[in-house]
């Protein structure tokens, strides 16, 4: 397949068109898969074909997707899409590009969900395997994950969602790092006046990167006085 497919219709929720990736060349990388409800994407390729990776750019639709054991479905989306639907069975789902992949569905996944890049924004649910994170990809959105959340190499669980277990809530317009600032208890280490600005500097940076790390989309600003 050299481009772009639509598998099925939305007329029923029967499985009446199947499209199935026994090879990592099946389907072109940079595909965009419209998976409409009576769709089903089967990726079965396995190990040794390229580790078993079925590459995509987007999924979009209601329909489902299922990866085989020792496959894995990597999304390289530089645009941000939604999907609706279900993805199940043995394998790995990957995120690597840099563009928002919002899911709503059942994401039931034995093999596990990696976050490498982007904003992975989940809305659905993943009942029976764990999610990691790692940088620069980030974790957002209100579903469900029942088994662990993993964070490592600078992944981020972004600070408005509302996963549970998970920071969450309204976020700021504006954070204001070392309001009226005084000498206060950094005093000895950096201060706004005489010969320690250098050192109030530096701690002024390093609070703003902290802000910007937990992902937070937001103004940072501070008052010296």
């Known amino acids: 397949i050299p481009g772009d497919a639509v598998i099925g219709d939305d007329t029923t929720t029967n499985t009446t068109a ?16 419209a998976l409409h409800k009576s769709g089903l994407l089967d990726i079965e390729i396995g190990p040794p074909e390229n580790s078993g990776i079925q590459q995509l750019a987007t999924l979009t639709g209601y329909g489902s997707a299922s990866v ?3 496959s894995e479905i990597l999304i390289s989306n530089t645009v941000p899409f939604d ?11 990957e995120k690597y590009g840099t563009g928002i992949m919002t899911c709503w569905g059942n994401l039931n996944l034995s093999g596990g969900i990696n976050v490498w890049n982007g904003d992975f924004k989940l809305n ?18 209100g579903g469900t994950v029942s088994q662990l959340v993993e964070l490592s190499s600078g992944g981020h669980v972004a600070v408005d969602s509302a996963l549970p277990d998970r920071q969450g809530g309204t976020m700021p317009d504006l954070v204001s790092i070392g309001n009226e600032v005084d000498t206060g208890l950094l005093g000895s280490i950096g201060s706004p006046t005489g010969t320690k600005f250098g050192g109030f500097a530096a701690l002024q940076i390093q609070a703003m990167q902290a802000v910007r790390d937990a992902g937070m989309n937001v103004c940072c600003g501070g008052i010296v006085g």
């Open 124 to 141: 659905g649910i993943v009942p029976n395997t764990s999610v990691a994170v790692f940088g620069p990809g980030r974790l957002r959105g």
């Open 18 to 33: 199947t499209l199935r990736s026994l090879h990592p060349s099946t389907i072109n990388p940079n595909a965009n898969i």
């Open 68 to 70: 085989a054991y020792g």
């Open 83 to 93: 999907f609706y639907g279900s993805i199940g069975g043995l394998g790995v789902l």
